[in-house]
């Protein structure tokens, strides 16, 4: 999820006072927690995004589905 670019760029972001204690006491790298805290904001609202868009398509296909049942269904073995 995270890139491994050099590239890096200084930001001024308000963190909770007790968080921010915690993780110096335990040698945690504020910045490289906050780029995965971001990281994974983004692949959420990515998701949720993709869903949104694609909404109408899923529920069409799980109309179709119900309606007719899976292709094959009769060969499962489970």
Not at 37 to 60: C, F, P, Q, T, Y
């Amino acid at each position: 999820m995270l890139t491994k670019s050099t590239q890096r760029k200084s930001v001024n972001l308000s963190i909770d006072a007790n968080l921010l204690a915690e993780a110096k006491a335990l040698n945690v790298n504020v910045s490289r927690a906050a780029d995965a805290g971001v990281a994974k904001a983004i692949a959420s609202r990515k998701a949720e995004l993709w869903l949104e868009e694609n909404r109408d398509a899923i529920e069409e296909n799980n109309r179709y589905f119900e309606e007719h049942g899976l292709p094959f269904a009769e060969y499962r073995g489970f």
